[in-house]
């Protein structure tokens, strides 16, 4: 995995760079927004979404400029929906990313705004040239984030979240809901080069194939991380899905036959990416890291 | 005020047909977000921002079908600010529009997913040919809006509202703070007009000075309200600021200085729009409007 790892480490680098840019800065009593801006983004994080963007992005060669914003407008949402599943009202988790959540460290009024302030973030940044020179790009890259992230999408994803406590979930309702809480970014972060590129529908299509199954492996992982992991290993609480009654993949299916599902979707995920030849060898390794990850 | 009062009407009603067409609709765990996503923002509201969109649109002859829906999204906007604004982290309000506010009638998790999913619903909107043929002018919207309700703008000026609970403005702070938390997407409705009808830079230049005096005179009208309305009249809770122990207009200038300078900033406003002669009659009725409501 070493290649796999030197890659993630400088894409890591290059995302923090390009977040450090664009996130606001200054003093005056909006100082503790920014503060907390940078804090909750800047302070951890695997940058995976990030990562699988600008790695389809280099299937065709786009520029890294480019979808280093992408990757960074992805990671500004991923962090958004973070910072407000964490408030009380909703999760009241005090650890992410091995530090205090957002409202702990700050309070729960700041927790709010930075969450709604990396949101609007992530639509300014797609919509200069720096992200691409022709703005009908732009508009579809601003498109297919909100799209994906809001009332019919993620946002859809965390309400089935929230009512599942009251409800025990069958296989078929968890796999949606997945879909839309983590899926549907996933999506949107692969999509987003071949929508930087203006690839023809195929390459869309395959990446859109290579998210679906990227995304479900990478969440029935997660619950078996959570189901076997520890605090000090993930950063973030451990156990919570099920202390709270929600049906997971895992409590569902079983430990093996989830472990096996996870392999099996990694195994479909690679598939899809036969069109790109040796160019997707990291998207492969990615998807492999999935199911091998300790946090 | 005959003329205004009619318009206002007609405009609400096609901006609350707009908003029904584009809010998301459907049962199952998602319905009761897609239900609460109706009860806040069909439930009332006097739709100002919209109309002043439509209404600097009307200047260039923009077909009503794109500025009712740039209209619609600065409603999503105003709406989510509103929603956020009202939980107990914040504000901690019950009664908005003359309803129980959202978290009231829901839950708090609701209502912040309620939030986000209307600020995403409106960039959405923004980037459908519906808005504008040209890609490029609805990346130029979505870019405008992103800017207007950041971290460098909205957001801010609620950051510095929630921090003046500590401390006391003096009359610039406080004139920033409203340029930024209310000024701000006042500032890009009006200026939505001209976008969409790609007009030269003097009109763009024209309806920005218009909307920055627009929106101070009413927030003062606001304030002004606050000290000497009802809470029947206004259908939301009253002198709050007051009691949180925030300056405003009224307690820094004192009721009638302020009143004076809300009149001056409606003739102000009115100045800018001398090079659309008789066709802002109706921008010159809402300016009149902003000083002499009673809601």
Partial sequence: MTRLSEALRRATDSVN???????????????????????????????????????????????????????????????????????????????????????????????????????????????????????????????????????????????????????ELDIREITRLQQLKTGALIGVSCEAGAILAQAPDEAHTALRGYAHDLGLAFQIADDLLDNEGTEADLGKSVGKDVAAGKATFVSVLGADRARRQAHLLVDQAIEHLDMFGDKANLLRDVARYMVERKN
């Fill in 17 to 167: 760079e390009t977040l450090e840019s664009v996130l606001p800065t200054g003093d005056g009593a909006e100082g503790r927004l920014f503060e907390a801006m940078r804090y909750s983004i800047l302070g951890g994080g695997k940058r995976l979404r990030p990562f699988v963007a600008i790695s389809c992005a280099d299937l065709f060669n786009v520029p890294r400029d480019w979808s280093l914003r992408a990757g960074a407008a992805v990671e500004l949402v991923h962090t958004y929906s973070l910072v407000h599943d964490d408030l009380p009202a909703m999760d009241d988790d005090t650890l992410r990313r091995g530090q205090p959540t957002c409202h702990v460290r700050y309070d729960e009024a700041t927790a709010i705004l930075v969450g709604d302030a990396y949101q609007s973030l992530a639509f300014e940044i797609l919509t200069t040239p720096e992200t691409h020179p022709d703005p009908g790009v732009r508009c579809r890259l601003v498109h297919a984030l909100a799209t994906a992230i809001g009332g019919r999408g993620m946002i859809s994803g965390q309400m089935i979240d929230l009512a599942a406590e009251n409800r």
